[in-house]
C-alpha cells in the first residue's frame, strides 16, 4: 500500500507538471509569439500610426500655407515681403528716397555706396592688368569716373594713397581710353602726362600717368543691388 500510495503520489505530481507545461506550451502555440514580443509589436505599431497622423497634419499645413500664398499674390507677395524685410534689417535707414516704391539701394560687405555705384579699395598692391583682374572676380571693373562730383568723392577716400583707375593709353592707342571703351572727357580732368608706350592711370590728389606694370592699389566699382 505504502509503495503503491507512494507512487500514486508521485505519478499524480508528475501528470500536474505535465498538464501545466502542455498549458503553457498551448498558450504559446495559439499566438505564436512570447508575450512580450507581441507587447513590443503592438507599441511599434501604435509609433507607427502617430507619425503618420503627424505627416498628415503636416501636410494639411503647408497645403492651407500654399493657399494663403496663392491668394495673396503667389511668389511676388512672398518676394514682397522679403525684400521689406531686408530693408528693414540691412538697409541704411537714413538713406533717402523719392517715394515709397524708390529701391533702396544695397552694396555688398566691406563695398562703400556712394550715390548710384559701390567702391571697393584695396588693401593690397598690383599691377594695373592684376587690378582689374582682381575686380572682375569680383563681378565688378576698376573704376570709370563719370562727372565732377564723382571726381571729388574719389580723391577724398583716396589721400592718403595712390589707385588704379580704369583708364590707360596702351601702346596702339592714341587717347586715353576708359576699360568701357570710351575716350577720356577732358573737361573732367586733362589728359595725364604719359612717358611710357603703355601708360596707365592712378588717382590721389590727381590723376597721373604710370607704367603699366608699376604697383598701386586699385578701385573697384559695381552696381548696388536695389531693394
Known amino acids: 500500500m505504502e509503495s503503491e500510495d507512494g507512487y500514486t503520489a508521485l505519478n499524480f505530481q508528475s501528470r500536474r507538471v505535465a498538464s501545466g507545461t502542455a498549458a503553457v506550451a498551448q498558450k504559446q502555440d495559439a499566438s505564436g509569439l512570447p508575450c512580450w514580443y507581441q507587447i513590443t509589436l503592438w507599441a511599434a505599431g501604435f509609433v507607427i500610426i502617430l507619425l503618420g497622423a503627424a505627416v498628415t497634419v503636416l501636410a494639411l499645413q503647408l497645403e492651407a500655407e500654399k ?15 522679403f525684400q521689406a524685410f531686408l530693408r528693414l534689417n540691412f538697409c541704411n535707414q537714413k538713406q533717402t528716397r523719392s517715394s515709397d516704391n524708390s529701391p533702396y539701394k544695397v552694396c555688398p560687405v566691406q563695398w562703400q555706396l556712394h550715390r548710384d555705384k559701390c567702391y571697393w579699395l584695396s588693401e593690397n598692391i598690383k599691377t594695373w592688368d592684376e587690378s582689374q583682374h582682381d575686380c572682375s572676380t569680383r563681378d565688378s571693373q576698376l573704376l570709370v569716373i563719370q562727372d565732377k562730383e564723382e571726381m571729388d568723392f574719389i580723391k577724398s577716400i583716396t589721400k592718403h594713397a595712390a589707385h588704379w583707375i580704369g583708364l590707360s593709353r596702351l601702346k596702339l592707342e592714341k587717347k586715353w581710353i576708359w576699360i568701357t571703351g570710351s575716350q577720356l572727357d577732358q573737361s573732367l580732368f586733362p589728359e ?6 603703355n601708360s596707365c592711370a592712378r588717382i590721389r590728389h590727381e590723376v597721373t600717368s604710370e607704367d603699366c606694370n608699376s604697383v598701386f592699389k586699385w578701385i ?3 552696381d548696388p543691388l536695389l531693394l
Not at 500664398?69 to 514682397?80: H, P, Q, R
Not at 595725364?192 to 608706350?197: G, I, L, R, S, V
Open 67 to 81: 493657399g494663403k500664398i496663392v491668394n495673396n499674390g503667389g511668389c511676388n507677395a512672398s518676394t514682397d515681403k
Open 220 to 222: 573697384c566699382q559695381k
Open 192 to 197: 595725364p602726362d604719359y612717358a611710357e608706350e
